[in-house]
């Protein structure tokens, strides 16, 4: 079974500051919405969910129900997604990001499913295989980093891929989210703003296609995989720490024992600026 987990940028100052205009970000929902239907469309044995968030993490809709611990397909219309999608989308601060806390949610779904097929298998002595993937679709120009950091351990131990799409072009941002993807053996790709202010879905569809794991199995249906070869793991990455405080890069510092917060000496002042822990 190929599970997806879609986790959209719901804020849409995090858009507008990047320039891109509101009906461009429409184009996003609708691109976003296509590549799921899509997916589900690829294999009988194919599910979905999505989420959006800006101040808080929203459950948008998925392409199944759990029905006494066993997964039934669900109807689900293009229509019903964008719409549950675009009534999600806000205009919020941009001060703070739940992407961490999206991320934990999706891995949550993630665990969920991968137990109750775990179980089935286990009753049925069929083994039954299952991926799940996640693509996070961001613009923001800020991270929760630390509530990522503790994410990847979840994500590590359920085996769960982190694919990225990127549309800030703030710089510390996209090598943090590089450094996500590169742990999880994932992808990231930075989408820049499409040139033009006419319709841009196909411009975004394609991007997410590219980035999507799915996409290598339908290139490689017809035969087109040199489409898909444009997104490689970065093989070189900066993993020069940041401190938590100042934002700094450093060489070393303080790291806390709970949560793995770290903090330069200057900063230091003898706790955990995130959980408190006397360090």
């Known amino acids: ?18 320039g891109f205009a509101e009906s461009q970000v429409l184009d996003l929902v609708d691109a976003t919405v296509s590549w799921l239907s899509a997916h589900k469309q690829s294999s009988p044995y194919a599910i979905w969910n999505l989420y959006s968030f800006s101040t808080d993490v929203l459950h948008s809709c998925a392409s199944y129900k759990i029905v006494n611990e066993k997964i039934a397909g669900e109807l689900q219309s293009p229509e019903t997604a964008r719409r549950s999608l675009g009534e999600t989308l806000r205009y919020c601060p941009q001060a703070t990001s739940v992407t961490g806390l999206a991320l934990l949610s999706a891995i949550a779904a993630v665990a969920r499913i991968q137990s109750i097929i775990s179980s089935l298998s286990e009753s049925s002595g069929i083994n039954m295989m299952y991926h799940g993937r996640i693509l996070i679709i961001t613009a923001s120009s800020v991270q929760d980093s630390e509530v990522v950091n503790s994410a990847l351990f979840s994500a590590k131990r359920f085996n769960v891929k982190i694919d990225i799409i990127s549309l800030t072009t703030a710089p510390d941002v996209n090598i943090f989210l590089k450094q996500v993807a590169y742990l999880t053996a994932s992808k990231f790709s930075n989408v820049p703003k ?31 995989g040199a489409s898909v070869g444009v997104y490689h793991r970065e093989k070189r990455l900066d993993f020069m720490g940041e401190c938590s405080v100042c934002h700094t890069n450093i060489s070393h510092g303080i790291t806390c024992a709970v949560c793995f917060t770290l903090q330069c000496d200057a900063c230091f002042k003898g706790s955990c600026p995130t959980c408190s822990t006397t360090v």
């Open 194 to 224: 499409p040139k033009t202010s006419a319709s841009s879905v196909s411009y975004f569809t394609t991007h997410i296609f590219k980035a999507s794991p799915a996409a290598e199995w339908r290139s490689l249906q017809l035969n087109d």
């Open 1 to 18: 079974m190929d599970h997806i987990v879609a986790l959209f940028d719901a804020n849409m100052n995090s858009y507008i500051s990047e």
